[in-house]
């Protein structure tokens, strides 16, 4: 049985390889993936707070990952 990487799979797995780095970039790196799908992508994973995305300069965006997919704590494991 095959398992297929999604795309944030994709996208999460190029910013460990490359650390910081700016929106053009990752969406190079990925290149089975159209800009539009890792822009989706990364606005998800900003917005859940995975991603840090910050304005540079002319349009460009950097973007960091903040922490990995799967140390996220667990819902049922907070306090109320």
Known sequence: MTQ???AEDQVIET???LGTCDLEDLTRRCSTLTWNQ???VVD?????GQVKLMYAKRGSYTL???RRQGSRPDRQS???
């Open 78 to 80: 907070l306090p109320s």
């Open 64 to 66: 960091t990952l903040l």
């Open 4 to 6: 297929q990487t999604t």
């Open 44 to 48: 998800r994973l900003s917005r859940t």
């Open 15 to 17: 910013m460990h390889c």
């Open 38 to 40: 890792v822009f989706l």
